[in-house]
């Protein structure tokens, strides 16, 4: 079969060249551009894929399709003309996973989403977008009329105050019984890449204190083996909204390309997303683990 690749929906950012394990996938070069006027990727040898899904799991755009793995797949409920945002955003891979999950619960026609603008998950479930922070509440509130939906609420975590605000509402929650996605993303550098000025948190570990979750857990998103494990932690956590559990949290932490990158939200080279997730791997990732906090 070998993996399909939409070349115009492909955004050039390189996030499923290092992930074949069959060292299948290349980028264009310079000269070769899409309908985006970017660099794409290529399947060099069609014939040596085994269908294995990797790419389509770490594609940031939804440009990958492989029909026989995985068994179940979230491909056509992602909104291609909006994911993702720009060049190598990972809320394109957070889509994926969500869109995987729901399709393999089989809860689509339950599952509802209350995001802040700028969250940027466009799938094709009940979406309720707001320009203020009033989704937080509603959420909650949709949720207590409508017990038997399935409710997720995406808190994005970014400068000081947004991540303040979290802080503010996890620890307030009690026996609310939905699943809370935490973006921690927006990091912002300061002059000379080598620390962090703003942005990020570990409020896990005193949520943990409390004990009312019934998950708590961070993941990364930029290894295969990263985006299997927010997967298995995304479709734990809906799993237990089902069953009536406590809430759960999940949060994902990545970096902001354009932000990091200081430049406009458009698309990025493929050198420069290299170069930020390098500094990300220095400055970062060490200072916040991939773990599991708590599980009930
Ligand atoms: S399906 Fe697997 S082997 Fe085929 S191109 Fe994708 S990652 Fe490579
Ligand atoms: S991961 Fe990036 S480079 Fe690879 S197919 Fe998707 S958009 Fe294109």
Same mark, same amino acid.
């Given at each position: ?36 006027? /970017?660099?794409? /990727? ?255």
């Amino acid at each position: 079969m070998a993996a399909k690749i939409d070349l115009d929906q492909c955004m050039g950012c390189g996030n499923c060249l290092a992930a074949c394990p069959r060292n299948l996938l290349k980028l264009t070069d310079g000269e070769q551009t899409n309908g985006r006027g /970017v660099r794409y /990727v290529e399947l060099s040898s069609p014939d040596a894929c085994v269908d294995c899904g990797t790419c389509e799991l770490m594609c940031t755009a939804g440009a990958i399709r492989v029909d026989c793995s995985p068994a179940v797949s979230g491909y056509d409920l992602i909104r291609k003309d909006k994911v993702p945002p720009h060049a190598g955003c990972y809320l394109g891979t957070l889509s994926k996973v969500l869109a995987d999950e729901i399709v393999r619960l089989g809860i689509r026609q339950d599952t509802v989403i209350f995001e802040k603008k700028g969250s940027n998950i466009y799938l094709e479930v009940e979406t309720h977008d707001y320009d203020g922070s009033e989704f937080y509440e509603d959420g909650l509130r949709y949720k207590r009329e409508h017990p038997e939906k399935i409710v997720i609420l995406i808190c994005a975590s970014s400068k000081a105050g947004s991540t303040a605000q979290n802080v503010k509402w996890l620890g307030a929650l009690k026996e609310e019984k939905v699943t809370i996605i935490k973006t921690l993303n927006w990091f912002e550098p300061n002059e000379t890449m080598d620390g962090l000025k703003t942005g990020g948190c570990h409020h896990l570990e005193e949520l943990a204190k409390q004990g009312n979750a019934s998950l708590l857990a961070r993941a990364g998103v930029r290894t295969p083996a990263e985006v299997s494990e927010l997967r298995r932690l995304v479709g734990k956590a809906l799993k237990n909204q089902m069953e009536g559990k406590p809430f759960s949290v999940v949060e994902m932490l990545f970096p902001c390309f354009y932000r990091v990158g200081n430049r406009p939200q458009s698309l990025m080279p493929y050198e420069d997303i290299r170069r930020i997730n390098a500094w990300f791997d220095t400055c970062v990732v060490p200072d916040y683990e991939y773990r599991v906090y708590l599980d009930h």
